[in-house]
């Protein structure tokens, strides 16, 4: 389980402190899957920072009791300087894992071939978001914080995360972020918008969509 | 109380596979797999203290006593490179690893101290290597007690360690940090005791000088190798305060800019 207790997050800008998250609380059992809409800006991937434990929130607390992966996104998590290969070395050894066994999964997902031999920065988008889950998917977690991880690459590479994610791993529990409606609405079991600091939660999709598209259509 | 332990012990051992990983890492961002690759690690600052030896001995450096030139320069710039590297690689270090921190485990500490420990590791091989050298071709003698030599050395580096986590925090949160070293760490060098021994030194100016923590652990490292053959002057007591107070100082502004951290 995973629980944030009156979490608050700020951050300082030059215009003055900005409200990210304002005091949300809420529990992610095992096995659920919460799908969060909300518009840009409105601290999707900052919650799953927090979530995470990569980022501390200003005030309030967040407590894991299941092992939760980092924030899959196709950008983060990776030194661009450094070969793909080298990329999944250092995040064997972090997690302790038995490198050469990544290696073939990952040669094998990726189907970068020799690109894995070459610095993560000459990598297309699509690419790198084929190694980014690629890499994720080495180290078995109880519960995967998904940013956003179908926004690029190709129909093929859909296919295989859809495999990896939600058939190998169904019994996981998942926070989804995503801008693509049907994505989170054929994923998930609990629905959550963020909007101006604010965390409604809905038991059903389409009040939640409602409410996502009334968000982004108002102005100001 | 055991199950606290058995944590600490835990914590203890994920930090020290970060910071294996870390200086793996480091090692190949900052040297390649081209050509030598990590062996600049310490054939850089070997180079530098070569290049010190032969002007000063070329010019006839005055210093103040009758020790031969090449041991002088050794044991003096040596350590310059010694403290002088770690804050230069820990400031500004935490920027371009940020995209690291998306992994929980890896936190500033962990990024400072593989870096401390590469400079610091670098600086000792180069000056272990060119003093084995300098002994085997004759142009030096053995020190005379080899675990002074290192008592100093420690010193020096725990010092360089400590200001270089300091400095390394302090500049994520300004950017002068980094504007400032390059001079301040020049302009220290003259007075960091790698040129002059302090006994060379007018009495009036010895307890001055002695105010530099370096110049305590130069002394130290001299004391070691040339024994009788010179008249140190140094405040272990004195040092020894500097470094706990900059460590002390070096891991609370960690902790703070480990509360403020966004990864990227």
């Known amino acids: 389980m995973i629980t944030a ?31 969060v809409l909300g518009r840009n800006g409105a601290g999707k991937s ?19 009791d299941m092992s939760v992966s ?59 978001a084929r190694l980014a889950f690629a890499v994720s998917m080495i180290i078995e977690f109880d ?46 079991g609990r629905f959550a918008v963020l909007h101006d600091g604010d965390m409604l939660f809905y038991p059903d999709f389409d009040q939640a969509y409602e409410a996502h598209l009334r968000n982004l259509h108002e102005t100001g | 109380m055991p199950s606290q332990l058995a944590a600490i012990g835990r914590s203890a051992q994920i930090q020290g596979r970060v910071i294996y990983a870390l200086l793996m890492r480091e090692i190949l961002t900052r040297y390649g797999r081209h ?44 350590s310059v490179l010694l403290w002088r590297n770690m804050p230069g690689r820990c400031i500004g270090a935490i920027q371009p690893n940020l995209a690291l921190m998306y992994h929980r485990n890896v936190r500033p500490i962990d990024i400072f101290l593989a870096r401390i420990l590469l400079e610091a590791g670098g600086a000792t091989i180069s000056f272990m290597t060119l003093s084995l050298f300098y002994i085997y071709i004759g142009w030096l003698d053995p020190p005379v007690d080899v675990l002074v030599v290192a008592g100093g050395w420690f010193m020096i580096a725990w010092f360089g360690a400590g200001l270089g986590m300091f400095l390394g925090a302090l500049s994520e949160k300004s950017e002068l940090v980094e504007r400032l070293w390059h001079p301040i760490s020049y302009l220290a060098f003259p007075l960091s005791g790698a040129a002059f021994m302090v006994d060379a ?23 070691g190798y040339f024994g009788d053959q010179v008249r140190v002057h140094y405040d272990l007591l004195y040092m020894l305060t500097c470094c706990v107070v900059l460590t002390v100082l070096a891991l609370a502004q960690t902790a703070v800019i480990n509360r403020g951290i966004t990864p990227e």
Request: hydrophobic share 40%; glycine share 8%.
């Open chain 2, 201 to 223: 030194l007018p009495p009036a100016a010895q307890k001055y000088a002695l105010y530099v923590p370096m110049v305590n652990g130069v002394e130290i490292v001299r004391q």
């Open chain 2, 35 to 78: 050509n030598i690759g990590f062996l600049w690690l310490f054939i850089e600052p070997m180079l530098f203290t070569t290049g010190v030896t032969i002007l000063w001995t070329l010019t006839q450096s005055l210093h103040g006593s009758s020790l031969p030139i090449v041991a002088f320069a050794l044991t003096g710039y040596s």
């Open chain 1, 5 to 35: 207790e009156h979490v608050h997050k700020i951050y300082p800008t030059r215009a003055g402190d900005r409200v990210v998250l304002r005091d949300i609380s809420f529990a992610l059992a095992r096995g659920e899957k919460l799908g």
């Open chain 1, 46 to 64: 900052t919650l799953a920072r927090l979530l995470s434990g990569a980022e501390r929130p200003t005030s309030g607390k967040v407590t894991q």
């Open chain 1, 143 to 188: 519960c995967y914080l998904i940013d956003e991880v179908s926004a690029v690459g190709d129909a093929r590479f859909h296919e295989r995360c859809e495999v990896e994610l939600f058939e190998k791993r169904g019994d996981r529990a998942m926070l989804i972020i995503s801008h693509d409606p049907e994505y989170v609405r054929r994923h998930c």
């Open chain 1, 70 to 128: 980092w924030p899959l996104a196709f950008g983060g998590a990776f030194q661009n300087a450094l070969t793909g290969l080298d990329n999944v070395r250092f995040i064997s050894r972090i997690y302790r894992q038995d490198y050469q066994r990544n290696i073939d999964f990952v040669a094998d997902f990726t189907e970068l071939g020799l690109y894995l031999k070459e610095p993560v920065r000459s990598y297309s988008q699509g690419m790198r």
